[in-house]
């Protein structure tokens, strides 16, 4: 029998405490979990519940009980940060997740600043508030993340990202005072999710990857504002997990000065290596979403054993599952983990 | 300056990513009287060729490969003007594309902008692309590579779609298909029938030049 609560395990593992057995989750934003099946069984479906606070509550209580995920995870998508800055939004459809119309900016040097508080005065930033409220209403011993686009990938989706990764390096003060504004919105948007019952915050920062940036990039501007932004969700109390796209080799280095109480990475990464070279991090992840759709269940059962095996402590898919993966196969994954 | 000390400074100038240097060092190669062509491909497509090297290496990244193709872009600007037409040949037609559903198109971009310098023909389809218009367009633009690129894991049975069709239309044959992008892997790109499999973009025009020169090493076997 379980000793712990989801929210307690989820909460002791991201402190480094001892817990029972790893708990299995998935955080939402990118890495969303909102299932074509899980919205057929229930009626709940997208693109409605990206709008609508009802039924994006409803939508991730029923994938929370559907899948075996041990948290609830809101939003479902990437946008809502960049639609509140100024950038066009295609809404997608029930299988087809968001995405970024286009960037309202072409350059840096193009931003228009708006006021501090533009992002969590935004309408979907309300929408997001109020499903987080009812979500943490609901059952308090299920933990609630509130997912947030990183500082790059937010920037890359208001500015025209070609530019911007030029820009980088070529208009470096411009450029800073633009991460700088995004990031700021972000710890705005951060506050107002744990005040209305997000107990974790997780991150996910596409455009900050080591194959994208590489070492130098990845050390002035990704490593400063994840920072700036962990640091700021620290003094409201509240962990952190960081998920870091794609190869890691280029900037391995620079991971153990992350400030997040959990790195979360993609299926590419040794997890057991990076735990060997800095014993210190609390690691998450990292089964492969692609087995996670078109894997044979014994399959999806031994991954989940290795993870156990290399004493992952925070089980969860590897990055952002296809809407069309089997239900049946999440909840092998979910379940192998439960079974320790 | 001699000729050959001008192209390579010209080759430097891109990978140190210098654009005024490149624009200045182009002027100067028209009014020494050399070639236009010469210069391009002996002197911008030499420098972007080394930091497309440089990219496989490890010791550039997007911004800094972005940034020498800015350079080199200068060059061309200044030279094409002074191009006779006749030197223009092209290894082959490409259509490229990010699979539908996936709007990242960074890798995309690069692996257009490296063959373009390679000296394929290239037809950019953009991003978000339906399996089928892969397809019609390469018919259309009469490619010879057809180039599929995604991020994303969830898209990646839109590739196998794009060869199926082509299979299904009797058309197959026609066309070499590349796959690449984060998630894909030479053993997926075999499972889905590809002719070949690219790294990252430096890749991409080598498994390209290898399809074309009909051999079957691109899968990496």
Redesign the interface.
Known sequence: MDVLSPKERLLRSLKGEAVDRAPVICPGGMMNSAIVDVMKNHGNVLPDGHRDSKIMADLALDVQADTGFENVGIPFCMTVEAEALGSDIDFGTLKCEPKIAKEIFPSVKDVIYKADDALVKSPRAGTVFQAIYNAAGHSPDIPVIGSITGPLSTAASVVDPMNFLKELRKVKDESHRFVDYVTNQLIGYARYMVDNGASVISIADPTATGEILGPRMFGDYAVVYINKLVDAIHEMGVPVIVHICGRMQAVTHHIANLHADAISVDALVSLKKLKEAYPQLTTMGNLSTFLLEFGEEPNIQRGTEQLIRDEINILAPACGLSTSTPLSNIQTFTGAAKAV | MEKEELLRQIADAVVE?EEDTVEELAQQSLTAGIDAYETIDLGLAKGMERAGQLFDE?E?????L??CS?AMNVGIDVLKPHLKSENVSKKGKVVIGVVE?D??D?GK?LVRLMMETGGFEVLDLGR?IPPAEFVSKAEEYGADIIGIATL???T?PGMKEVVDILANKGIRDKYKVIVGG??ISPAFAKKIGADGYARNAADAVKVAEKLLGNTDLALGA
């Open positions: 990513m490890e550039y990244f997007v911004p800094e972005l940034m800015d559903g709007t990242h960074i971009n978000d994303m894991t969830t990646m984060g998630p």
